[in-house]
């Protein structure tokens, strides 16, 4: 396949074929992202005001906590603090509730993190469908892929609205196969997985079903859950 300065990190995203493509897509611009915040641009000052400004959610907070050291996230939190006291906490008891509840709503729902994602997702996202469009070898690539999970099933299908419609088709029609047949996988393993505690089924074969809680919640999600119950003594 032809590669240039953006299918490159395309390519890389999709010759591992071991799950959503576009979940490894989005691990991956979080991964540089939290790195980038605790790293190099720690002290950048645009850096630093946007931080503050947008605040982070719960769990890229978590992310930057796992790869910054305690100092680094420390002196982020540091201004961050500062600057969401003076919006939603202000030394002037006059400003208005109605000010005050949109700065607390606007922080509740921001994350710098996420904007930056997002952004991201959008740009590749649209490399994607032109590398679909262009290069037999993408195509056949992108058919490879294990699945693609329901969340990125309608991101990637809303990205590809402005394709012509004689190229919107199969694509559409491969996407949804990717996505459907996992879809498939899941629904006949989970309950699998639940008639394996019936005393009946004691010592058979559990199959694929183990994990089918957690295969099934991060297909509908996008996200692995935390806690695991893949252990079939545990429960029985």
């Known amino acids: 396949m032809r590669e240039d300065i953006c299918s490159i ?27 980038y915040i605790t790293g190099a641009a720690m002290m950048e000052p645009d850096v630093r005001v946007e931080t503050n400004r947008l ?18 996230v420390a ?26 509840l949109a700065a607390a709503d606007r922080r509740a729902h921001s994350c710098f993190v996420c904007e930056n994602v997002e952004k991201n997702m959008q740009h590749l996202s649209a490399t994607v469908i032109k590398l679909w469009q262009s290069e037999p070898e993408f195509r ?17 299908l809303a990205a ?18 990717l996505a459907k047949n996992y879809l498939d996988t899941v629904k ?10 019936d005393y009946r089924n004691a ?14 919640i991060t297909y509908l999600t996008s996200r692995e859950p935390t806690v695991t119950t893949k252990t079939e003594g545990k429960n029985r």
């Open 188 to 197: 006949a393993d989970t309950p699998h997985f639940c008639r394996m505690f």
């Open 160 to 177: 590809a609205q402005k394709m012509p419609r004689k190229n919107f088709q199969p694509f559409a029609a491969e996407t949804k196969r």
């Open 203 to 216: 010592g058979g074969d559990w199959g694929n079903s183990r994990d089918a809680i957690e295969r099934a």
């Open 9 to 35: 990190p395309i390519s890389e995203i999709f010759e591992p074929k071991d799950g959503c493509p576009f979940c490894r897509m989005r691990d991956m611009l979080e991964d540089r992202m939290a790195t």
């Open 75 to 100: 002196l982020i939190l540091e201004s961050l603090l500062d600057e969401a006291g003076k919006d939603i906490l202000p030394e002037d008891d006059k400003l208005a509730p109605k000010k005050i």
């Open 55 to 72: 605040g982070f959610c719960h769990q890229h907070f978590e992310q930057i906590l796992q790869r910054g050291s305690r100092l680094s």
């Open 140 to 156: 056949t690539l992108y058919s490879e892929q294990t699945h693609i999970c329901l969340p990125h099933y309608s991101f990637i």
